[in-house]
């Protein structure tokens, strides 16, 4: 959903709320989708892992996992380059 510099949180929460009156599923999907993307995460739900209680924690653990993996990958890359840069700088002095 693109949104305008003129609409107001008030006109985007009204929107939402009548997609969820007409969609519950997608309208929940929009949410949730949004919380994964604000804290970096590429996956995704679908409106068929929210219908189903019992796979959208299935489906929201298997994403937790990747995620955890991809940061650990990205963690343990920063730690590896930060050793080398303190190696060169010390060979520099």
Known sequence: MVFSN???????ASDW????KSHESNAL????N???RCTGCENEVTAIDIEDPDNCTYRLME???????VSDQVLLHMVICSQVCRMHLAIIR
């Open 6 to 12: 003129e609409d107001t949180p008030e006109s985007i």
């Open 17 to 20: 709320l009548g997609r969820f």
């Open 29 to 32: 999907t929009e949410i949730v």
């Open 63 to 69: 994403i937790q996992e990747k995620f955890q993996a």
């Open 34 to 36: 949004l919380v994964l």
